[in-house]
């Protein structure tokens, strides 16, 4: 059974232009969440997605950043118009349905590195 | 506003005595927490959990200890082992299944 995939793995551009990040969940699992994290910083929270709904987006800026979980694919997060302060690692997490009363671990992806020039 | 805290950025510890990683939180809304491990280049490995009903887990080497009225918990490693060395990662939620709030994380190192 694979993991959480993630790609690209490392992804450079330059400033004003947009990144593309793509999570592909477990097998069975229904659940996203994207992570990013700062140098020297923990992961902070961005947003949680079931298939075709976006269920908690608090973490996520209002601006430039959005993020999909489509019926059929991937889960795409978006950055338009990047910045150098959008450099991170941005991690993916997937868990499987969630049980009445029960916690579900939320398995990590490898992460996406954005370098914004 | 950092609702989770890990005090120490880094801890050095000789192999097969104990490790003690720390961990404070703020928010009395957590119900449960998780301790991450990360090496550099990959994602975070999940460890080990505890509930707020409960104040020990324990699974092998690794052990935590969540004391409520103090809003702390920990994580012990018995014996540590090289391969540890590695930033571990505290993690609370405050609704089951849904978003995980982070520590900046603590640096161990197990010297051989």
């Known amino acids: 059974n694979a993991g959480v995939m993630q790609n690209p793995r490392h992804l450079v551009r330059r400033r004003g232009q947009e990144a593309r990040l793509r999570c592909s969940p477990m097998?069975?699992?229904?659940?996203v969440y994207w992570y990013r994290q700062l140098p020297e910083e923990g992961l902070k929270f961005m947003v949680y997605?079931?298939?075709?709904?976006?269920?908690?987006e608090s973490g996520m800026p209002k601006e430039r950043f959005s993020a999909e979980f489509p019926k059929e694919g991937p889960s795409i997060l978006r950055i338009q118009q990047v910045v150098r302060g959008d450099s991170a690692a941005y991690f993916c997490?997937?868990?499987?349905?969630?049980?009445?009363?029960?916690?579900?671990?939320?398995?990590f992806g490898p992460g996406t590195r954005l370098t914004v020039l | 506003d950092q609702q989770v805290k890990q005090n120490s950025p880094s801890l050095s510890v000789q192999e097969g005595r104990i490790s003690i990683l720390n961990c404070d939180y703020t928010?009395?809304?957590?119900?449960?927490f998780l301790w991450y491990k990360k090496y550099p280049a990959e994602g975070p490995t999940f460890l080990i959990s505890?509930?707020?009903?409960?104040d020990k887990n324990e699974d092998g080497r690794f052990t935590v200890f969540l004391n409520k009225s103090a809003k702390h918990l920990s994580l012990h490693i018995v014996p540590s082992q090289p391969g540890d060395s590695a930033v571990y990662f505290c993690?609370?939620?405050?609704?089951?299944?849904?978003?995980?709030?982070f520590g900046a994380g603590t640096i161990l190192r197990v010297k051989s």
């Open positions: 997605l079931q298939k075709e709904n976006i269920i908690d």
């Open positions: 928010n009395s809304m957590f119900d449960y």
């Open positions: 993690a609370a939620s405050a609704e089951y299944g849904n978003k995980l709030v």
């Open positions: 097998k069975g699992h229904s659940h």
């Open positions: 997490a997937s868990s499987p349905l969630r049980l009445a009363g029960g916690y579900n671990e939320q398995f």
């Open positions: 505890i509930s707020s009903i409960k």
